[in-house]
């Protein structure tokens, strides 16, 4: 079946500029998360969604990144004014809801690299 | 919080030989999930290996396994009989067994397999 797919695979953006960075999770999937991958910061939790809420989005680094998803499927992170710290690869990753068993495997997909010139 | 740490920043091998890849971490809590993440140029993350920390035996699949030191906080991951295609980013990460679940990696090592 389909994976997880991001969109675009990479986006060039001036400073200042607004982005919008698009996930669409494995179908099913309730749980989806947002993790960046920068030189400096390595890989780092950004939000997590259980279906529409985020509970726990401790990991947004400012008040200018914000993440939304509906009907429980796609996932959209929306980086407003642009800043060159924020250039990284955005990655995306979906899972079915924990259960007794323990976790089940994150799956990711394959980033989006956004470069903020 | 915690924290994991990959202390080899780069490894290099030939193939066929049989590499391990350190970890630590630290934690206060006492049930959670360990995992291997590999990477490969295409950005792909890719699960190798996890290890539920109530779980005494050490993990294993196929060429992978894990020596999980869980009172010495150690988490190291031994490839045996290494192809080419192991080559990549590898991955340590932590998982609470409560909240949201989100991983938290390690800085990876960069292993490379050659011919």
């Known amino acids: 079946g389909a994976g997880v797919s991001q969109s675009p695979s990479n986006k060039v953006t001036e400073k200042g500029k607004d982005v919008e960075l698009r996930c669409d999770p494995i179908?099913?999937?309730?749980?989806l998360y947002w993790y960046r991958q920068s030189l400096g910061q390595g890989l780092e939790f950004l939000i997590y969604f259980q279906g529409n809420s985020a509970p726990d989005k401790s990991g947004l680094p400012s008040d200018r990144f914000s993440a939304e998803r509906t009907g429980g499927s796609v996932s959209t992170l929306t980086i407003q004014r642009t800043q060159q710290e924020d250039s990284a690869v955005y990655l995306c990753a979906s899972s079915p809801k924990m259960t007794d068993r323990g976790p089940y495997e994150q799956y990711f997909g394959p980033g989006t690299r956004l470069t903020v010139t | 919080a915690q924290t994991v740490t990959q202390s080899q920043p780069e490894m290099s091998v030939q193939e066929a030989e049989t590499v391990t890849l350190s970890c630590t971490y630290d934690t206060s809590e006492n049930n959670y999930y360990l995992f291997w993440y590999k990477q490969p140029p295409s950005r792909q993350m890719i699960l190798v290996i996890r290890q539920e920390a109530y779980k005494q035996q050490n993990a294993t699949e196929n060429r992978f396994s894990v020596n999980f030191q869980k009172a010495a906080k150690s988490f190291s991951l031994k490839i045996s009989d290494s192809q080419l295609g192991d080559t990549a980013m590898y991955f340590c990460a932590f998982m609470n067994s409560q909240g949201a679940q989100k991983l938290v990696f390690g800085q990876g090592t960069r292993l490379t397999i050659n011919p």
């Open positions: 179908s099913g999937h309730t749980a």
